[in-house]
């Protein structure tokens, strides 16, 4: 049996621990930024980068390929810190990143929610919240059925959805997600009309259209290969710009004569006020990174992506008319209403 | 024949110095990860990840899976100890194992976790080793009325975990269905009760409240009980961390129950180790002779929960080996070592890569008993940690949730959200409410919530989609049945009892 202690050392010990681990906390803001002009071999502190997904997703992913692939090709002998900072639909991580302004040791990944996000879902950091560095890659969206499907080509599914509305179930990862986007470009082309059924994660929505307990879903194609491979799952069309050198059988939707197009973006972004000339040195970095071997099949053709750089300036410049290209399908779409 | 030929080269790739030593660092690693509150599998998996690039895959796996699995060991430790789960698996466990170690029998409740993790663990890998391609089957059955219809089953628990008062019960429970709707709703996209908070949007942590409703409540709880927290320390001899005889033919019941439905639940994407833990919880309490005695240090209460967390998260393993679908949290982040190591997982996984599939596999049986070796020594030593006085333990408890809950995504509001949830279940605590019955609104809440928009969205508003599938129509009727059985079984009482017996009448009377 415990004898009675007095109150005060169990509170004074608690407030000790709880003091203790207040003062790790309030530690990180207070990382002071170097003075100007840093390049020439400039990282002398390990890089924080960050990641605002949750580890083993896409983004963890290609956060993870750039660190291993600047090691293993001898390109940087920085030490970088992966950090997930996952939650809110990327908003934990982006206003982390945000509130770093003038740190040139901190690097963000950037996807086209970064860009969709604050439209559809207001979040408070927008593209312009951040230093572009550069955009890597252009990630496709596959229209994929199950391979026992009625559905033979794009047309037969379209046809159905224009015949009844409704009746033809589309699985996706939540309105204003990514595939609803291009789901909204696609009806909007067609007149179809289909009913979405929003899912947690891809892989739920891998899993009922499997069991075919929905008709058709889109899909990065990284994240379907093995089904492809296996021929579980059958894609009818590809929404990018030209059809993927892996399937080279699936057409895109534009040769269909649907005026669909839907790429998503994997970049690089730094915290608000990153010194050009810092910006400019990893943009550089990246640059001769993704000219190598290394990260042209083992991560590009594995993932079956595109190799889509762009610097620091046309990066920008795209954000800025992806952002006004969203605005306007969402507002066509009425997924702002409610607001 | 051929079943037996690839365990067998399983077994020689597992079996390799390398590989047996890399399954002992992931087992240990996982036991520690799990004792820590808030880092969990998905943490800890994640943070050694990147150690894994320049290693074989194999070996990886093998590593990164002995984590996984050697965290639901380690969960139970904190949840019996001091009663904070320190997965969300293990929730469950603390409604009678906190309440065994307050009772001395620390050394006891986890012994018998142990030995029903290893039993249930290992019949789930047999599964796996057996049933994997019918039970993919199967799980590709269970579409969204599938889901919601087992969802409905799961909340059946809250007859086991409501407490005292069915009321109070209810009361918690809905509580955390109220406090799930926080966050985005995702059939429409939008934000819902954030108040134009972005941390909101990802809605509260379900292990940051769990953390602040144990243990930040029970803590206080102690605090404030002026003779301190009565735990009767625990004997720290070897023999009583192992069940007596009759401690044995109580739980062996459990044991099997939960292995079965832990195996195929854990199959389930989506619905993990959480529900089975519950789910096994619902159904002893149920099945046994004396229920009263659950939430008051039922040894059954703990074999349970253990026993099915750990046969789910041997069977999780399905979905992402033979559909290349993660069934968790973690296993998405394996699924994301996998493609780090240039390896694709479905279909085609065991045809193409046999050695990595059937070494991870066969790696699970020599897992499981390196665990189990492991657990049984290292309890009495976990359990002497009660022998602490208690004024210091309470100080570890506080920083291990302060840590815990921040380390979980390195978010200082989830300390704030986790005092304040803390306060919260001082209050429960105070006033009697089921802090359990909070944990599982929260769990099942969005579950059900999601799969039944999704279904009624599928069948365009016509609720007969529940009951035209033939699996969503048996799981509606028995979740249905057992939601009335008590009562039905009051109803029969009544009419058994009215002719002559004044207590029966006077026991209906007490419930309502």
């Known amino acids: 049996m415990m004898t009675t202690p007095s109150k005060f050392r169990i509170w004074a010990m608690s407030l000790v621990a709880l003091l203790t681990v207040g003062m790790a906390f309030t530690s990180w803001s207070g990382q002071a930024s170097g003075a100007s002009q840093l390049p020439e071999n400039y990282p002398d502190q390990p890089i924080e980068f960050v990641v605002q997904y949750a580890p083993g997703g896409g983004s963890d992913n290609f956060a993870r390929m750039i660190t291993s692939v600047l090691a293993q090709e001898g390109l940087s002998d920085a030490t970088f810190n992966v950090v997930n900072r996952e939650g809110g639909s990327g908003s934990i991580g982006q206003a982390y990143v945000a509130g770093k302004a003038g740190d040139n040791y901190t690097l963000m990944t950037m996807t086209s929610a970064l860009v969709t996000g604050p439209i559809v879902l207001d979040l408070e950091h927008n593209y312009e919240d951040f230093t572009p560095i550069a955009r890597l890659a252009a990630d496709q969206l596959l229209i994929v059925v199950p391979a026992d499907s009625e559905f033979q080509t794009i047309e037969d599914l379209i046809e159905a959805a224009q015949a009844e509305p409704d009746v033809v179930s589309w699985g996706g990862t939540g309105l204003g997600g990514e595939d609803s986007l291009l789901l909204g470009q696609l009806e909007q082309a067609s007149g179809a009309n289909l009913n979405y059924i929003s899912f947690e994660s891809g892989g739920e929505v891998q899993v009922a259209l499997l069991g075919g307990h929905v008709d058709v879903a889109s899909s990065n194609p990284n994240e379907i290969i093995g089904q492809l491979e296996a021929g579980e799952l059958r894609p009818l069309a590809v929404a990018g710009d030209a059809r993927l050198t892996a399937l080279p059988d699936v057409p895109t939707l534009q040769e269909k004569e649907f005026d669909v197009l839907y790429q998503q973006a994997r970049g690089v972004v730094g915290p608000p006020g990153m010194d050009p000339e810092v910006a400019q040195y990893w943009a550089d970095l990246l640059k001769e990174m993704t000219e190598t071997e290394r990260w042209q099949t083992e991560y590009l053709e594995k993932n079956m992506l595109l190799d889509a750089y762009l610097g620091p300036e046309e990066f920008a410049e795209w954000m800025a008319e992806e952002t006004e290209a969203t605005e306007a399908l969402v507002e066509e779409m009425g997924l702002n209403e409610t607001s | ?512």
């Open chain 2, 1 to 512: 024949m051929d079943l037996l030929q690839n365990l067998a080269n399983g077994f020689s790739v597992a079996l390799t110095p390398t590989n047996i030593f890399f399954a002992f660092v992931g087992v240990l690693a996982g036991q520690i990860i799990g004792v820590l509150p808030g880092i969990g599998s998905v943490v800890g998996i994640s943070l050694l990840l990147p150690l894994t690039f320049g290693m074989d895959p194999t070996s990886a796996i093998i590593m990164l899976a002995g984590i996984y699995y050697g965290s639901q060991y380690g969960g139970t430790i904190t949840s019996v100890l001091i009663n904070m789960p320190g997965e969300a698996a293990t929730v469950a466990t603390t409604l009678d194992g906190y309440q065994m170690a307050r009772q001395g029998r620390a050394a006891k409740a986890l012994g018998i976790a142990t030995i029903g993790s290893f039993i249930a663990g290992t019949f789930g890998v047999v599964v796996v080793t057996l049933l994997s391609p019918t039970l993919a089957e199967f799980a590709l059955r269970f579409g969204p009325p599938e889901y919601f219809a087992l969802i409905l089953l799961g909340f059946t628990a809250i007859g086991a975990v409501a407490g005292s008062s069915l009321v109070k019960g209810l009361t918690s429970v809905t509580v955390g269905l109220l406090i799930s709707t926080i966050g985005l709703d995702i059939m429409s996209g939008r934000p819902r009760f954030t108040f134009g908070e972005d941390w909101l949007l990802s809605g509260f942590s379900f292990i940051v409240v769990a953390i602040g409703v144990f243990g930040i409540g029970e803590a206080l709880d102690g605090m404030m009980t002026p003779a301190g927290h009565p735990i009767i320390r625990t004997s720290l001899s070897w023999r009583e961390s192992l069940p007596s005889a009759a401690e044995w033919i109580r739980s062996r019941g459990a044991i099997v129950r939960g292995g079965l439905v832990g195996t195929l639940v854990g199959v389930l994407p989506g619905a993990g180790s959480t529900l089975a833990s519950f789910m096994a919880y619902s159904v002893e309490r149920n099945a046994s002779k004396h229920p009263e005695e659950f939430g008051k240090g039922a040894i059954e209460g703990v074999a349970a929960p253990e026993s099915a967390n750990n046969a789910a998260s041997a069977s999780a393993m399905i979905p992402l080996l033979t559909l290349g679908v993660p069934g968790s949290g973690t296993t998405a982040v394996l699924l994301g070592g996998f493609l780090l190591w240039g390896l694709r997982p479905g279909p085609l996984l065991f045809t193409q890569h046999p050695e990595f599939a059937w070494g991870l596999i066969a790696s699970m049986y020599i897992g499981n008993v390196m665990l189990v070796v492991l657990n049984i020594f290292a309890n009495p030593i976990f359990a002497a940690m009660l022998w602490i006085p208690y004024a210091i333990q309470v100080a570890f408890v506080v920083l291990f949730a302060v840590v815990g809950a921040y380390s979980l995504s390195n978010n200082p509001f989830d300390v704030v959200v986790m005092i304040a949830f803390g306060v919260l279940g001082f209050a429960m605590k105070r006033l009697d409410y089921s802090a359990a019955g909070l944990i599982l609104g929260l769990v099942l809440g969005p579950l059900a919530e999601k799969s039944l928009r999704q279904s009624l969205t599928l069948s365009r508003g016509d609720w007969s989609i529940f009951f035209e599938r033939p699996v969503s129509a048996v799981l509606m009727v028995l979740a249905i049945a057992v939601l009335l059985w008590p009562l039905v079984r009051k109803a029969l009482i009544r009419r058994a009892g009215l002719p002559g017996a004044g207590d029966d009448v006077q026991y209906t009377g007490g419930e309502e």
